[in-house]
T-cell receptor, first 113, second 117 residues
């Protein structure tokens, strides 16, 4: 069974600081997805990482994928309050499943002034 | 149109009621999904439809009944629900499956907040 572990689960940081969220998964997969969810809202797709060494950046967020280590990171640079949300990573392809995404538990990020 | 829409936004129902949740997408996606999400938890997959056929049923109780009338629409029929079924129900769509050489980057609708009394 595919397991996806995120850490930390809770992250409180000050504006202007940098931090990294980690996502480890237990089986081989080339595809990893990052989503953002604001309180009471739906999930928004942030990044799709499709191969080993993939790196994508959007604003203050940068995501990378190391398929050999089965690890993805979401790096936050100079955090601002607007980044406060829950961030989920998800992996597909478990057991040859054509459609199933397995989500991590999520990281609740709070950025304080 | 890059949007997944869901109706209603909120639904309160008694345990003996029958209601339906509706989802629509016009992105030409061929896979559509229902998820259930409890507070402070990740989404849990319930059903997947691929090319209008049920592809995955994650052992969901029969009081939830999905339906895919066409490639753009997905319904979830609810009957005799329990209070523990109260949750945010999310619909999503993706282009195709992994085996078709694509990704399953899923685009989520705004959700229906369901309360069962």
């Amino acid at each position: 069974e595919l397991k996806v572990e995120q850490n930390p689960l809770f992250l409180s940081m000050q504006e202007g600081k940098n931090y990294t969220i980690y996502c480890n998964y237990s089986t081989t997969s080339d595809r990893l997805y990052w989503y953002r969810q604001d309180p009471g809202k739906s999930l928004e797709s942030l990044f799709v990482l499709l191969s080993n060494g993939a790196v994508k950046q959007e604003g203050r967020l940068m995501a990378s994928l190391d398929t050999k280590a089965r690890l993805s990171t979401l790096h936050i640079t100079a955090a601002v309050h607007d980044l406060s949300a829950t961030y989920f990573c998800a992996v597909d392809g478990s057991g040859g499943s054509n459609y199933k995404l397995t989500f991590g538990k999520g990281t609740l990020l709070t950025v304080n002034p | 149109d890059t949007e997944v829409t869901q109706t209603p936004k909120h639904l309160v129902m008694g345990m003996t009621n029958k209601k339906s949740l509706k989802c629509e997408q016009h992105m030409g996606h061929r896979a559509m999904y229902w998820y259930k999400q409890k507070a402070k938890k990740p989404p849990e997959l319930m059903f997947v439809y691929s090319y209008e056929k049920l592809s995955i049923n994650e052992s969901v109780p029969s009081r939830f009944s999905p339906e895919c009338p066409n490639s753009s629409l997905l319904n979830l029929h609810l009957h005799a629900l329990q209070p523990e079924d109260s949750a945010l129900y999310l619909c999503a769509s993706s282009q195709e499956g992994v085996l078709a050489g694509g990704t399953i980057e899923q685009f989520f609708g705004p959700g229906t907040r369901l309360t069962v009394l």
